[in-house]
């Protein structure tokens, strides 16, 4: 098609499907949705959700399907209050059965979910026959989960026993309350149920992902893609201008894995890519001048970025060095000029979309907020009381997988210096330095992210004496018996001050130089519908969000791609 | 002293080649001179600016002055380029003559060594060894010596192999002289030019892995920077916002690599024709 | 020529077990090894826990006797299988060598033919304003980093034209079109940035040819320019071609790891790259063994038709 005529047929489909946005357009079948995800440098690691690694639920997510899931119809999209963008956290008003139909608390610590009927596996040649899922398969699920050595440790203590009441219900006998009941074994990242069948075959070969869901797994090359086609017996409905629709829409799903940030920008921009679920701030200007048809959603990024301290260590033992160094660093100018803006001072432990958990920092006491002010004067003058007035060396890793955090620690590293402090580079590949934080040889700095999860899990893993995922090893028996306490706590309102309270105290013990949390965002073309930038209806599991949307073909056509 | 005077009469462009290393040389030498600004400092409130008379090659986005930053990138650049391709040329001697001069089954048990060795893509290497030591200066010199020493080393053994054969160390040889003593004088000259071209040619690669390897995440530790740092890192990113941060750097990595294998060629016209099939 | 040959398989034995040594020892050795990896969530990894990961993966028994078998087990063709993943490596490997051969093959072809007349002209015009230009290009090529002018052609063309090549992979013999329209360019920038060493081995070669007494002897007979270069630098261009494939091979491979990242192939460079960061130790040591004893085959075919082509070799 001529040029000219095409963006003419383009201007004048775009004003139609504007009008058409709230719902009333008919949806259409088929076609190949094409998704950069949020995690798009990285391949799948495993497909066996009994090795707890916790990407697994993104890549089976659309295949395993679990007891909870959001309620996407409450998405904003939808005229609801929720987003959706949250890594691993869903509001208990925002949840809904997914393989359960109901759930009920039968005592305090009996809880009694009832199966959907008629919810059936997929067949699989020379693994299993299509045959409905029972309450069996949630057991052999929870037994094998917690078998694994590679179990988070105290994951499942809060429960006493699985059992079948007959085959479409199952019985959690809790041993105590925990607030986290929904997401542990609910629609956490370790919750997909398997069928039974999956102890025959080698759980981590992909050829044997097997699941209820919306999609099967049919093809996959380790570190470039995965594509999963519809199944046509897909049990769930979507409401659509009243109407009931069969899902999925698209034929076809594929995750595209790309190291590379310049091609996975032009993938997007020659429309390879339908979505692009990730983009760092400083190429949006440039994406929306070369391809304006993009739309656009912001999400803060639902991990915190910080420097960790080590608490067991000189010279970070002592308060007074953390706290000098986070008033050695510019928080509010790394935000203004460093992120354009593109940031939030405070977005960590709490995220902001933690309603109502979280707190701003203009409600935190004074002593919280002067960690995030400017004053070297004042920091170099509590080295100097704390022993180190010419200030000391000290060595920190950091990742050479995040391309933010080696844009970023430079600025660190000339912050600390005028203050007489000098850092010490030491950039890793992404295995080893894991493995030095998770075999606690890191240190005495280490520059890192630690995803939020949700507002209990993300104080949690960060406080706990000894937990894998706690970089400034803090330890204290008072602060472990809190979270403890913490997760008993029924009572939401209650539970909403005891985390409050653990965070204020966190921060203001300053294990880590605190840094903004900056926003990301996703473009997507706009031939694809029934979408505004969801990014997770569980923990990190977009599935049920690609099984919703659907391509407007002719739209696409006309738009010159095909 | 004789080959340089050759190479300015005979191989002009060679010479134009030479030129321009040293040139980059002494402004990696002089860096502490001549940039405007340190190494890394900061000022947010100049980041991303446009080349001008304040900052001739423009800032980055952590507010650096570019031209600094390509100064002390040249500094470290040669610094890796001359110590590795030095370390290399070392280790390509050693190895060569000791396997090619001495023959049997030292060179056998060598040889295989370096078959071995040699089979493996450079670059693969260098991203599992660096994995092992981590990324760092020394390191970085270290493995890209032993790397392009032990490639280089058939070249030095094939010039050894062919020295030995011929008759004045067969006499040397006959009359007692200790092997030292005869390495020293009579094999070592005689490998001289092959030995020349390769260090040449050496620093070019060096200078190109080191970029390759700044591209995968696995160069030298910031805030110190190279040329291929530099391209790689915010050359890359910053493509859209601020294609002044490649320009610089690019254009120098490129303008050395292209001088030193000029160079090379020409110095290999004028002392060994025959050297065929060396990189 | 026999004894030769046997000479020559002989010596293939210990750069095996050399070969065997660096490809088993070597990633074994990095730092963060996979038990870490695979209890990263496990908050708080008991000593039980860690020996139970490790005697699932066989990793218990002492390192010795894992390379023994793993040896063994190689020698029947059998290379184990993903420590995360559970497919067979030699399956995965299967998929993988053909597309990074054919990048490979394409790059050799592409620097071949941008190489030999490069080399011939430059020669027969030595030190003359075309000599240099041209070697200049060739050499340009190999000064420019293969990941910048790979990031240039994936970045520009798809801004001003909405251009890019594709992303998509199906097998040559599937859909040859859309497969090249793939690999050409990655090839391309690959076979360009190779053309300058080949370049210089044909213009010696040729530089050497053009001194011989016969040439002269043909010239002043008058034997035109053209005949001349055509019957002898087509046949003493067989060496430096035969040379070019030995000495190339694996420095195809090395820049064929950049090149799949950037255009995403998803070729043995990719897989090394995922292995080599997840500590999958027996895809890294598959990797590693194809390459090294492809290579070693490829120069064994070199030497050997040294052989053929040049006498003097024989009797050394």
């Given at each position: 098609?001529?040029?000219?005529?095409?963006?003419?047929?383009?201007?004048?489909?775009?004003?139609?499907?504007?009008?058409?946005?709230?719902?009333?357009?008919?949806?259409?079948?088929?076609?190949?949705?094409?998704?950069?995800?949020?995690?798009?440098?990285?391949?799948?690691?495993?497909?066996?959700?009994?090795?707890?690694?916790?990407?697994?639920?993104?890549?089976?997510?659309?295949?395993?399907?679990?007891?909870?899931?959001?309620?996407?119809?409450?998405?904003?999209?939808?005229?609801?209050?929720?987003?959706?963008?949250?890594?691993?956290?869903?509001?208990?008003?925002?949840?809904?059965?997914?393989?359960?139909?109901?759930?009920?608390?039968?005592?305090?610590?009996?809880?009694?979910?009832?199966?959907?009927?008629?919810?059936?596996?997929?067949?699989?040649?020379?693994?299993?026959?299509?045959?409905?899922?029972?309450?069996?398969?949630?057991?052999?699920?929870?037994?094998?989960?917690?078998?694994?050595?590679?179990?988070?440790?105290?994951?499942?203590?809060?429960?006493?026993?699985?059992?079948?009441?007959?085959?479409?219900?199952?019985?959690?006998?809790?041993?105590?309350?925990?607030?986290?009941?929904?997401?542990?074994?609910?629609?956490?990242?370790?919750?997909?149920?398997?069928?039974?069948?999956?102890?025959?075959?080698?759980?981590?070969?992909?050829?044997?992902?097997?699941?209820?869901?919306?999609?099967?797994?049919?093809?996959?090359?380790?570190?470039?893609?995965?594509?999963?086609?519809?199944?046509?017996?897909?049990?769930?409905?979507?409401?659509?201008?009243?109407?009931?629709?069969?899902?999925?829409?698209?034929?076809?799903?594929?995750?595209?894995?790309?190291?590379?940030?310049?091609?996975?920008?032009?993938?997007?921009?020659?429309?390879?890519?339908?979505?692009?679920?990730?983009?760092?701030?400083?190429?949006?200007?440039?994406?929306?001048?070369?391809?304006?048809?993009?739309?656009?959603?912001?999400?803060?990024?639902?991990?915190?970025?910080?420097v960790a301290m080590r608490m067991d260590m000189e010279p970070f033992d002592d308060i007074r060095v953390r706290r000098a160094l986070n008033l050695a660093v510019?928080?509010?100018?790394?935000?203004?000029?460093?992120?354009?803006?593109?940031?939030?001072?405070?977005?960590?432990?709490?995220?902001?979309?933690?309603?109502?958990?979280?707190?701003?920092?203009?409600?935190?006491?004074?002593?919280?907020?002067?960690l995030?002010?400017?004053d070297p004067?004042r920091a170099k003058q509590m080295l100097a009381e704390a022993g180190f007035p010419d200030g000391f060396t000290f060595?920190a890793?950091?990742?050479?997988?995040?391309?933010?955090?080696?844009?970023?620690?430079?600025?660190?590293?000339?912050y600390l210096?005028?203050v007489g402090v000098t850092m010490?580079?030491?950039?890793?590949?992404?295995?080893?330095?894991?493995?030095?934080?998770?075999?606690?040889?890191?240190g005495p700095g280490?520059?890192?992210?630690?995803?939020?999860?949700?507002?209990?899990?993300?104080?949690?893993?960060?406080?706990?004496?000894?937990?894998?995922?706690?970089?400034a090893?803090?330890?204290?028996?008072?602060?472990?018996?809190?979270?403890?306490?913490?997760?008993?706590?029924?009572?939401?309102?209650?539970?909403?001050?005891?985390?409050?309270?653990?965070?204020?105290?966190?921060?203001d013990l300053a294990p880590y130089i605190w840094?903004?949390?900056?926003?990301?965002?996703?473009?997507?073309?706009?031939?694809?519908?029934?979408?505004?930038?969801?990014?997770?209806?569980?923990?990190?599991?977009?599935?049920?969000?690609?099984?919703?949307?659907?391509?407007?073909?002719?739209?696409?056509?006309?738009?010159?791609?095909? | 002293?004789?080959?340089?005077?050759?190479?300015?009469?005979?191989?002009?462009?060679?010479?134009?080649?030479?030129?321009?290393?040293?040139?980059?040389?002494?402004?990696?030498?002089?860096?502490?001179?001549?940039?405007?600004?340190?190494?890394?400092?900061?000022?947010?409130?100049?980041?991303?600016?446009?080349?001008?008379?304040?900052?001739?090659?423009?800032?980055?986005?952590?507010?650096?002055?570019?031209?600094?930053?390509?100064?002390?990138?040249?500094?470290?650049?040669?610094?890796?380029?001359?110590?590795?391709?030095?370390?290399?040329?070392?280790?390509?001697?050693?190895?060569?003559?000791?396997?090619?001069?001495?023959?049997?089954?030292?060179?056998?048990?060598?040889?295989?060594?370096?078959?071995?060795?040699?089979?493996?893509?450079?670059?693969?290497?260098?991203?599992?060894?660096?994995?092992?030591?981590?990324?760092?200066?020394?390191?970085?010199?270290?493995?890209?010596?032993?790397?392009?020493?032990?490639?280089?080393?058939?070249?030095?053994?094939?010039?050894?192999?062919?020295?030995?054969?011929?008759?004045?160390?067969?006499?040397?040889?006959?009359?007692?002289?200790?092997?030292?003593?005869?390495?020293?004088?009579?094999?070592?000259?005689?490998?001289?030019?092959?030995?020349?071209?390769?260090?040449?040619?050496?620093?070019?690669?060096?200078?190109?892995?080191?970029?390759?390897?700044?591209?995968?995440?696995?160069?030298?530790?910031?805030?110190?920077?190279?040329?291929?740092?530099?391209?790689?890192?915010?050359?890359?990113?910053?493509?859209?916002?601020?294609?002044?941060?490649?320009?610089?750097?690019?254009?120098?990595?490129?303008?050395?690599?292209?001088?030193?294998?000029?160079?090379?060629?020409?110095?290999?016209?004028?002392?060994?024709?025959?050297?065929?099939?060396?990189? | 020529?026999?004894?030769?040959?046997?000479?020559?398989?002989?010596?293939?034995?210990?750069?095996?077990?050399?070969?065997?040594?660096?490809?088993?020892?070597?990633?074994?050795?990095?730092?963060?090894?996979?038990?870490?990896?695979?209890?990263?969530?496990?908050?708080?990894?008991?000593?039980?826990?860690?020996?139970?990961?490790?005697?699932?993966?066989?990793?218990?028994?002492?390192?010795?006797?894992?390379?023994?078998?793993?040896?063994?087990?190689?020698?029947?063709?059998?290379?184990?299988?993903?420590?995360?993943?559970?497919?067979?490596?030699?399956?995965?490997?299967?998929?993988?060598?053909?597309?990074?051969?054919?990048?490979?093959?394409?790059?050799?072809?592409?620097?071949?033919?941008?190489?030999?007349?490069?080399?011939?002209?430059?020669?027969?015009?030595?030190?003359?304003?075309?000599?240099?230009?041209?070697?200049?290009?060739?050499?340009?090529?190999?000064?420019?980093?293969?990941?910048?002018?790979?990031?240039?052609?994936?970045?520009?063309?798809?801004?001003?034209?909405?251009?890019?090549?594709?992303?998509?992979?199906?097998?040559?013999?599937?859909?040859?079109?859309?497969?090249?329209?793939?690999?050409?360019?990655?090839?391309?920038?690959?076979?360009?940035?190779?053309?300058?060493?080949?370049?210089?081995?044909?213009?010696?070669?040729?530089?050497?040819?053009?001194?011989?007494?016969?040439?002269?002897?043909?010239?002043?007979?008058?034997?035109?320019?053209?005949?001349?270069?055509?019957?002898?630098?087509?046949?003493?261009?067989?060496?430096?071609?035969?040379?070019?494939?030995?000495?190339?091979?694996?420095?195809?491979?090395?820049?064929?790891?950049?090149?799949?990242?950037?255009?995403?192939?998803?070729?043995?460079?990719?897989?090394?790259?995922?292995?080599?960061?997840?500590?999958?130790?027996?895809?890294?040591?598959?990797?590693?063994?194809?390459?090294?004893?492809?290579?070693?085959?490829?120069?064994?075919?070199?030497?050997?038709?040294?052989?053929?082509?040049?006498?003097?070799?024989?009797?050394?």
């Amino acid at each position: 098609m001529n040029r000219k005529l095409a963006s003419l047929a383009v201007v004048g489909l775009l004003s139609f499907s504007a009008a058409a946005e709230n719902g009333n357009e008919p949806p259409q079948y088929g076609g190949a949705l094409n998704v950069g995800t949020v995690y798009w440098p990285n391949s799948a690691l495993s497909w066996d959700n009994a090795d707890w690694a916790w990407k697994s639920n993104h890549d089976t997510g659309a295949i395993y399907e679990q007891l909870f899931a959001a309620d996407l119809s409450k998405s904003e999209k939808n005229g609801g209050p929720y987003p959706f963008r949250a890594e691993a956290w869903l509001p208990e008003d925002a949840l809904r059965g997914e393989l359960a139909e109901s759930w009920e608390w039968e005592g305090p610590l009996t809880l009694v979910v009832k199966l959907r009927r008629g919810i059936m596996f997929t067949d699989k040649p020379g693994m299993m026959k299509a045959r409905e899922l029972v309450a069996d398969d949630v057991l052999f699920t929870f037994e094998r989960q917690d078998a694994s050595p590679k179990k988070i440790a105290g994951y499942f203590d809060h429960i006493e026993s699985v059992t079948q009441r007959d085959d479409h219900t199952v019985v959690f006998e809790l041993k105590e309350f925990n607030s986290e009941w929904a997401y542990r074994f609910g629609y956490g990242y370790y919750s997909g149920i398997v069928p039974r069948e999956l102890a025959q075959v080698d759980p981590k070969d992909w050829r044997n992902v097997n699941g209820t869901g919306p999609f099967q797994l049919t093809r996959y090359i380790q570190g470039n893609i995965q594509t999963y086609s519809r199944n046509p017996s897909y049990w769930d409905r979507e409401t659509l201008g009243g109407k009931q629709y069969e899902i999925p829409f698209v034929d076809a799903l594929s995750y595209r894995v790309i190291k590379d940030e310049a091609t996975i920008l032009t993938a997007l921009r020659t429309g390879k890519l339908d979505i692009l679920e990730s983009i760092r701030w400083l190429v949006v200007d440039h994406l929306k001048e070369t391809t304006p048809e993009l739309k656009w959603s912001r999400w803060l990024s639902n991990a915190g970025t910080f420097v960790a301290m080590r608490m067991d260590m000189e010279p970070f033992d002592d308060i007074r060095v953390r706290r000098a160094l986070n008033l050695a660093v510019n928080q509010q100018e790394i935000v203004d000029l460093y992120y354009g803006g593109h940031a939030e001072l405070f977005g960590y432990p709490m995220h902001t979309e933690f309603v109502p958990y979280y707190q701003p920092l203009e409600e935190m006491p004074a002593s919280v907020q002067e960690l995030f002010s400017h004053d070297p004067d004042r920091a170099k003058q509590m080295l100097a009381e704390a022993g180190f007035p010419d200030g000391f060396t000290f060595k920190a890793q950091v990742c050479t997988c995040n391309p933010d955090h080696m844009d970023l620690i430079p600025l660190i590293v000339s912050y600390l210096d005028k203050v007489g402090v000098t850092m010490e580079v030491e950039p890793m590949e992404y295995a080893s330095f894991l493995s030095m934080m998770t075999t606690k040889n890191h240190g005495p700095g280490y520059f890192m992210s630690n995803g939020h999860t949700n507002p209990t899990t993300s104080l949690r893993k960060s406080l706990f004496t000894d937990q894998q995922w706690n970089p400034a090893l803090h330890k204290s028996p008072e602060i472990d018996e809190k979270i403890f306490q913490m997760l008993r706590t029924r009572d939401e309102p209650e539970r909403d001050r005891i985390v409050k309270e653990l965070v204020v105290y966190m921060v203001d013990l300053a294990p880590y130089i605190w840094l903004p949390t900056r926003y990301l965002y996703s473009a997507w073309w706009p031939w694809v519908k029934n979408y505004n930038g969801e990014l997770r209806a569980g923990a990190v599991r977009p599935g049920p969000i690609y099984a919703r949307l659907w391509i407007d073909q002719e739209m696409k056509l006309e738009m010159g791609f095909d | 002293m004789d080959l340089l005077v050759r190479l300015v009469r005979d191989k002009p462009l060679g010479a134009a080649g030479g030129a321009v290393f040293v040139f980059f040389l002494l402004c990696g030498i002089f860096t502490g001179v001549l940039a405007p600004q340190g190494l890394n400092e900061t000022d947010l409130y100049h980041r991303l600016e446009s080349p001008s008379p304040d900052f001739l090659l423009g800032t980055d986005h952590l507010g650096r002055d570019v031209l600094s930053r390509v100064l002390y990138g040249a500094q470290i650049s040669m610094i890796v380029a001359l110590l590795a391709a030095g370390l290399a040329t070392v280790v390509s001697i050693a190895i060569g003559i000791v396997s090619g001069y001495f023959g049997g089954r030292t060179d056998l048990i060598i040889q295989r060594f370096v078959d071995a060795w040699m089979v493996f893509p450079g670059l693969v290497l260098l991203i599992v060894v660096i994995s092992i030591v981590g990324a760092g200066l020394t390191q970085m010199v270290i493995i890209l010596g032993l790397q392009y020493g032990i490639a280089g080393s058939r070249m030095v053994r094939s010039a050894a192999v062919t020295v030995r054969e011929q008759m004045y160390v067969h006499a040397a040889q006959s009359i007692g002289a200790r092997s030292l003593h005869t390495l020293v004088r009579h094999v070592l000259p005689n490998v001289m030019p092959v030995v020349i071209v390769l260090f040449t040619t050496r620093i070019g690669l060096v200078i190109l892995s080191e970029a390759g390897l700044s591209f995968l995440g696995l160069g030298i530790p910031p805030p110190a920077t190279t040329w291929g740092g530099l391209l790689s890192g915010t050359g890359r990113t910053y493509m859209y916002l601020g294609p002044w941060l490649a320009l610089a750097p690019g254009l120098c990595l490129t303008i050395v690599v292209f001088a030193v294998n000029v160079l090379g060629d020409a110095l290999r016209d004028l002392l060994d024709p025959r050297m065929r099939g060396s990189q | 020529m026999q004894a030769y040959l046997i000479r020559r398989l002989l010596a293939l034995f210990p750069t095996l077990l050399f070969v065997s040594l660096i490809v088993f020892g070597s990633i074994r050795l990095i730092p963060g090894n996979v038990v870490d990896l695979m209890l990263a969530q496990n908050d708080v990894s008991t000593g039980q826990d860690r020996e139970r990961v490790e005697a699932a993966l066989g990793l218990d028994r002492p390192i010795t006797v894992q390379y023994f078998v793993w040896l063994g087990d190689a020698l029947q063709g059998d290379l184990g299988k993903s420590l995360w993943q559970g497919t067979s490596v030699a399956a995965e490997l299967a998929a993988r060598v053909p597309i990074t051969f054919e990048l490979g093959f394409l790059a050799l072809i592409v620097a071949l033919t941008t190489a030999l007349p490069i080399g011939v002209y430059s020669a027969l015009r030595q030190d003359t304003a075309g000599d240099y230009l041209t070697r200049s290009f060739s050499l340009l090529m190999l000064a420019i980093p293969g990941f910048w002018l790979g990031t240039l052609v994936m970045v520009f063309p798809s801004v001003w034209w909405r251009w890019a090549p594709e992303l998509d992979d199906p097998p040559f013999f599937q859909n040859p079109l859309k497969n090249l329209s793939h690999m050409l360019v990655p090839a391309i920038l690959l076979g360009l940035s190779l053309s300058a060493v080949t370049m210089r081995i044909t213009r010696t070669m040729m530089l050497e040819v053009m001194r011989q007494d016969y040439i002269r002897t043909a010239r002043a007979k008058g034997v035109g320019e053209v005949l001349l270069v055509v019957r002898h630098a087509l046949r003493n261009g067989l060496i430096p071609v035969v040379t070019l494939v030995g000495l190339q091979a694996p420095v195809l491979i090395g820049g064929s790891v950049i090149m799949e990242q950037i255009f995403v192939i998803p070729g043995m460079g990719l897989l090394l790259l995922e292995a080599v960061f997840s500590r999958d130790y027996p895809v890294v040591s598959g990797v590693f063994l194809i390459v090294g004893v492809g290579v070693l085959l490829i120069n064994l075919a070199v030497d050997l038709s040294y052989g053929f082509l040049d006498p003097k070799v024989r009797h050394q």
